[in-house]
């Protein structure tokens, strides 16, 4: 795979999401480019618009200010800086709005070199540098352990991610890289919000999250006086976005629930959509995907809430086999163990709607029951 290497005009001024820029692998130079902030501020326009991905409801069209994304580019780089980052490698795609901030602004921000890659396969980049920024999605980190080599040519390696909960191979890649060789860097936020709070890990279980400098916490028990008590988590920014035409809201509910143990620091519960309790044991459906695909020889999974007459809620899971085996490939004994209640129901599909950044969009309406027991 070759980088083409562009002018930072070339690759401002298609516009985010531009087939140009999203399609193929490029690397910019902004350690040679003199004045970043004069040439972004005047290369992008006013106001920048994004889709939400359509994983929690309809795909809306959502406007940043060229000012807020620069801003927000320039807190990602405090984030990551030290490190001492010499350059940047990204694998996501500028269509939306953390693709458009860790792709295209924060290597301006670090005024450090960046090289793109759109896909799965193909070269790593040769980037002549030390220390590094891995700006990754959810494949990447399998992606890493397949280059095991090219990680460990490098003296520090982070890895910046802000997109569905951590896949398993992300501790395999801390793991297999340690502790002193890299590190993650994750961020939570949405199209709606931009980025909400951070959290930075080397090994063992991940921190609780920290809010970025400009957010706070909005709801009732957010001071953390009310020890281990779950709240919504809402927030007030000065970089929400806003719909067209319309201001930007003084608050943003995120639809996430939150254990708040001071005023900038929180436990993510989860989402309250994917929080069920079956038989009086709570699970957070995101944390069991998570463990059923390492456990799981599948392509994809997925799992859904149902209403369940007898006890109100129950679990389905959708199971996609790798290419070549049928509905009986999939061994799927250990699910009981890891979700500790039997899913109401397996349904094997063929795949699963997933957006640019892993994001489960929609689970199909339509399936086969695969009729194996759990």
């Given amino acids: 795979m070759g980088y083409q290497e562009l002018t930072p005009e070339q690759l401002l001024s298609p516009g985010a999401g531009a087939a140009e820029v999203t399609d193929r692998a490029w690397c ?23 889709q939400t991905s359509g994983s929690t409801g309809p795909a809306r069209h959502w406007q940043h200010s060229r000012d807020n994304a620069w801003r927000e580019a320039g807190m990602l780089a405090e984030f990551v800086r030290q490190d001492e980052p010499e350059a940047v490698v990204s694998f ?8 458009t901030l860790a792709t295209l602004l924060l290597p301006a921000r670090l005024g450090v070199p960046v090289w793109y890659r759109p896909a799965y396969v193909g070269a790593m980049p040769d980037t002549g540098r030390r220390r590094i920024v891995v700006v990754a999605t959810p494949w990447i980190f399998s992606l890493l352990l397949r280059h095991m080599d090219w990680v460990r040519s490098f ?4 890895v910046l991610y802000s997109s569905a909960m951590l896949p398993a191979d992300a501790g395999a890649f801390l793991e297999a890289a340690g502790p002193r060789r890299a590190a993650i860097v994750e961020l939570l936020g949405s199209t709606e919000t931009g980025g909400i709070a951070m959290r930075r890990w080397r090994e063992g279980e991940p921190p609780p ?3 970025f400098p400009d957010v706070r916490l909005a709801a009732a028990g957010a001071d953390g006086s009310a020890d281990g008590t779950a709240v919504p988590l809402v927030i007030r920014s000065p970089r929400l976005a806003h719909r067209p035409g319309e201001p930007a809201p003084q608050e943003w509910r995120t639809g996430d629930l939150v254990e708040p143990l001071d005023e900038r620091t929180f436990r993510l519960l989860g989402r309250i959509g994917r929080l069920v309790k079956v038989n009086g044991r709570r699970i957070n459906l995101d944390e069991a995907e998570h463990l059923l695909r390492a456990t799981l020889d599948c392509a994809d999974l997925g799992l859904m809430a149902v209403d369940a007459p007898m006890i109100g809620e129950h679990i389905d899971l959708y199971v996609v086999p790798r290419p070549g085996t049928g509905p009986d490939g999939v061994d799927l004994a250990p699910v009981r163990a890891v979700l500790g209640v039997r899913p109401r129901r397996v349904h094997v599909v ?3 709607s997933r957006s640019a950044t892993g994001k489960l969009q929609h689970l199909p309406t339509s ?3 695969s009729g194996i027991a759990t």
């Avoid at 004069?38 to 618009?49: H, I």
């Fill in 28 to 50: 910019v130079r902004w350690d040679t480019a003199p004045g970043a902030d004069e040439l972004v501020l005047g290369a992008l326009p006013p106001v920048l618009g994004f």
């Fill in 92 to 99: 996501a795609p500028p269509v939306h709005v953390y693709g």
């Fill in 155 to 158: 003296e520090h390696l982070t």
């Fill in 209 to 211: 999250w920290t809010l």
């Fill in 350 to 352: 063929p795949r699963l």
């Fill in 367 to 369: 399936h086969t029951d």
